[in-house]
C-alpha cells in the first residue's frame, strides 16, 4: 500500500481522538529502502500519551511518537537546546495526515520556523572541548600503527568533524544517517573529502590516514585550529 493511506489509515483506525498526525522519514523521498518504516507523530489531547511504539502495520514497520500538545513543546525544546531536530524535522518536512483543530497547521508553521532560525550558538567553553578532543583523537590516529584501531579512531573522529563542522557553521546535528544528510546538505565539498577520506583510511590504501586527517585538519582550522596545549577545563 502507498505509504502517505497506509499511515493515515492507521492514524484513523487507531487514533480516532487524533488532534493532529504527521507521517515522516526516508519513506517519503527517493532514498526510500525496503526497510524503511512510517515514521508518524501523532498528537492527542491526553493520556495515553505521551508514548513511543513499534509494530507492524500492513507489512510496513512503523514507529510512533505519541505526544500531548504540551509534551511535544518540551521535546522540541530539549531538542533545540542540543541542537538536534528530529522532531521539529518530522513535522516541518513531513505529511500533514490529520488535523482536527489546526494543531497540526500550527506545529507545521512552528516547526519551519524554528528549523530555519538555526540551532542555538555553541558556547566557547563547549566549542574549546570539541576542539580539543578532536586535536587529541587526531594525534592517536597519526601514530597508531594498529589497523583495526585505526578503525575505531576514524569512525569516531568522523562523527566528532561532521558535528564540529556543523555546529562552527551554524547548522543543526543529526545522528547515524542523518549526520551525513545534515553535513551534505550544509558543506557538499567537506562532506566529500571526510568520508572519501575515512573510507581510505579505513580500507588500509597507503595514504588513507593523511588524507583523512587533512580533511579533519580542515574542520579545526575552520574552528578556530587545534586545540591541545593550554586546554583546560574546570567542572
Given amino acids: 500500500m502507498d505509504p502517505v493511506e497506509t499511515a493515515r489509515e492507521l492514524v484513523r483506525d487507531r487514533f480516532p481522538q487524533a488532534r493532529a498526525a504527521f507521517l515522516a522519514g526516508s519513506v517519503l523521498t527517493d532514498r526510500r529502502t525496503p526497510t524503511s518504516d512510517l515514521d508518524i507523530v501523532v498528537l492527542l489531547p491526553g493520556p495515553p500519551a505521551p ?58 508553521a512552528e516547526s519551519r520556523e524554528r528549523l530555519a532560525a538555526g540551532p542555538p550558538a555553541v558556547p566557547a567553553e563547549e566549542l574549546d572541548h570539541r576542539r580539543y578532543a578532536l586535536t587529541d583523537m587526531l594525534d592517536d590516529l597519526r601514530s597508531c600503527p594498529d589497523r583495526q584501531e585505526r578503525v575505531y579512531l576514524v569512525t569516531h573522529l568522523l562523527q566528532r568533524a561532521s558535528e564540529l563542522a556543523l555546529l562552527t557553521g551554524g547548522h543543526w546535528l543529526g545522528g547515524g544517517k542523518w ?10 565539498g567537506l562532506h566529500g573529502r571526510l568520508t572519501a577520506g575515512a573510507t581510505a583510511a579505513i580500507s588500509g590504501t597507503a595514504d588513507g590516514p593523511d588524507r583523512f586527517a587533512a580533511a579533519v585538519d580542515e574542520v579545526l582550522e575552520r574552528a578556530g585550529g587545534p586545540l591541545w596545549a593550554g586546554y583546560s577545563h574546570r567542572r
Wanted: charged share 25%.
Fill in 179 to 188: 549526520l551525513s544528510r545534515r553535513l551534505a546538505a550544509a558543506d557538499p
Fill in 51 to 108: 508514548y513511543r511504539e513499534n509494530l507492524i502495520h500492513r507489512d510496513w514497520p512503523v514507529e510512533l511518537f505519541v505526544h500531548t500538545e504540551a509534551v511535544w513543546h518540551a521535546f522540541a525544546d530539549r531538542e533545540t537546546a542540543n541542537r538536534l531536530s528530529p522532531l521539529l524535522a518530522m513535522c516541518a518536512e513531513g505529511v500533514l495526515l490529520a488535523d482536527a483543530d489546526g494543531l497540526g497547521a500550527a506545529l507545521r
